[in-house]
């Protein structure tokens, strides 16, 4: 039996990284896609577990040989998935996660147009800008700059399958779950309510 491939992308403030995190420890079915990175291992990192850590040259030689599922730069270094790994843990029947943003999800709907594609939404601009302020000691600018940022990520959700508003964490955790274990349907992109709340959150 084939296996599937999730992705998972949000704006920045949405509370992504804890579900994901939590989605991982509820479905132990499921694993992470290990990304390709030129940046440099933190300390408690283990290349092939965390990260293949790879050098800028190496990366752009894969660039250019087209073995990515997708990548982006991001600051001063490279990310990526590895399009042959992929697809033999899918053909094996893993059920793999990716974490990644609109960008890198598009890249992979070209690829892997049969990956299922979940976007998740905060409730409120005030809870976007509130999660925004909460993580961060950053100045009023940058925060501004980086919820101008979020929004314009907002904007894309209607390229995914499915959307999971994160109001009450448990609620949305239970939504994932639903969505990753083949019971999603109710959770389209498509429902009405996701236009309505959309239209707000772009204002």
Same mark, same amino acid.
């Given at each position: 039996?084939?296996? +599937?491939?999730?992705?998972?992308?949000?704006?920045?403030?949405?509370?992504?990284?804890?579900?994901?995190?939590?989605?991982?420890?509820?479905?132990? #079915?499921?694993?992470?896609? $290990?990304?390709?990175?030129?940046?440099?291992?933190?300390?408690?990192?283990?290349?092939? *577990?965390?990260?293949?850590?790879?050098?800028? =040259? /190496?990366? /752009?030689?894969?660039?250019?040989?087209?073995? !990515?599922?997708?990548?982006?730069?991001?600051?001063? &270094?490279?990310?990526?998935?590895?399009?042959? =790994?992929?697809?033999?843990?899918?053909? =094996?029947?893993?059920?793999?996660?990716?974490?990644?943003?609109? +960008?890198?999800?598009? +890249?992979?709907?070209?690829?892997?147009? @049969? =990956?299922?594609?979940? !976007?998740?939404?905060?409730?409120?601009?005030?809870?976007? @800008?509130?999660?925004?302020?909460? *993580?961060?000691?950053?100045?009023?600018?940058?925060?501004?700059?980086? %919820? +101008?940022?979020?929004? #314009?990520?907002?904007?894309?959700?209607? @390229? !995914?399958?499915?959307? $999971?508003? &994160?109001?009450?964490? @448990?609620?949305?955790?239970?939504? %994932?779950?639903?969505?990753?274990?083949?019971?999603?349907?109710?959770?389209?992109?498509?429902?009405?309510?996701?236009?309505?709340?959309?239209?707000?959150?772009?204002?």
């Amino acid at each position: 039996m084939p296996g +599937q491939l999730h992705v998972i992308a949000a704006p920045s403030g949405a509370g992504k990284t804890s579900l994901v995190k939590a989605l991982m420890a509820r479905e132990p #079915g499921l694993r992470f896609s $290990v990304s390709y990175t030129t940046r440099k291992p933190r300390p408690a990192e283990v290349d092939g *577990r965390d990260y293949h850590f790879i050098t800028p =040259a /190496e990366f /752009e030689r894969m660039i250019a040989a087209g073995e !990515f599922l997708e990548h982006a730069r991001v600051f001063d &270094n490279y990310y990526g998935t590895g399009l042959a =790994a992929t697809r033999a843990a899918l053909a =094996a029947g893993e059920r793999l996660l990716l974490e990644i943003d609109w +960008q890198g999800a598009r +890249q992979v709907r070209s690829k892997l147009p @049969e =990956a299922e594609m979940i !976007f998740i939404l905060p409730p409120s601009r005030a809870s976007l @800008e509130e999660r925004l302020r909460a *993580r961060s000691t950053d100045s009023d600018a940058v925060i501004r700059r980086r %919820l +101008q940022d979020s929004v #314009g990520d907002l904007a894309h959700w209607r @390229e !995914f399958d499915y959307v $999971v508003v &994160n109001d009450r964490f @448990e609620t949305a955790l239970g939504e %994932l779950a639903a969505i990753v274990g083949g019971a999603g349907a109710a959770l389209r992109a498509g429902r009405p309510e996701i236009a309505v709340l959309a239209k707000q959150l772009l204002g």
